[in-house]
Antibody, heavy 117, light 107 residues
């Protein structure tokens, strides 16, 4: 069973950069898209973007100017950087595997990030 | 961007009853790339249905998805206590992917 685990600082200061890692175990990264999705407290799900195993990316236009995703196939990890954060970026951040038509079939447990000084 | 509107916002039912949740898209969902996702409090989301009508691995057959184009539905034939949760639809056929605002299924 594929496992995904998010990691990173739980507290980020306003205007700084949020950096998260998603570590993959018990499976390969090739041939899939790897997604970041977030959920503000008490709110719904928001798609941040995804990265293909080849490194090509697609971001939500609402965040595109501040988002960068990267991937390390040999290390079985992918990454999220979100710059110039504000309190509106406080959320649970999930990573998820997307298997084409099969959708987002594996999710991590989530990483809580609070933006506060 | 495709906007997904779910109804109702909250659905109050009892165990054993049938639940029908709706998801309407502002534009046609490409190739029926429509998923239904369940989330329980304090837990990550879980994929239930992909491709509008296909159950994900391990999902009980009381869950079924239907619809195409712009109108989709999730039906739970006989509610079990563990089914009370929030349900989201998601389209993943056109970028940016988008989610509905969720339907809370409560006792």
């Amino acid at each position: 069973q594929l496992l995904l685990q998010e990691s990173g600082p739980g507290l980020v200061k306003p205007s700084e950069t949020l950096s998260l890692t998603c570590s993959i175990s018990r499976g390969a990264m090739t041939s899939y898209h790897w997604n970041w999705i977030r959920q503000a407290p008490g709110k719904g799900l928001e798609w941040i973007g995804h990265i293909y195993y080849s490194g090509s990316t697609d971001y939500n236009p609402s965040l595109k100017s501040r988002v960068t995703m990267s991937i390390d196939i040999s290390g079985n990890k992918f990454f999220l950087n979100l710059t110039s954060v504000t309190s509106a970026d406080t959320a649970m951040y999930y990573c998820a595997r997307e298997d084409g038509w099969y959708g987002a079939d594996y999710w991590g447990q989530g990483a809580q990030v609070i933006v506060s000084s | 961007e495709i906007v997904l509107t779910q109804s109702p916002g909250t659905l109050s039912l009892s165990s054993g009853e049938r639940a029908t949740l709706s998801c309407r898209a502002s534009q046609r969902v490409s190739s029926d790339y429509l998923a239904w996702i369940q989330q329980k409090p304090g837990h990550p989301p879980r994929l239930l249905i992909h491709g509008a009508s296909n159950r994900a691995r391990g999902v009980p057959d009381r869950f079924s998805g239907s619809g195409s184009g712009t109108d989709f539905a999730l039906t739970i034939s006989r509610l079990e206590p563990e089914d009370f949760a929030v349900y989201y639809c998601q389209q993943y056929g056109s970028s940016p992917y988008s989610f509905g605002q969720g339907t809370k299924l409560e006792i």
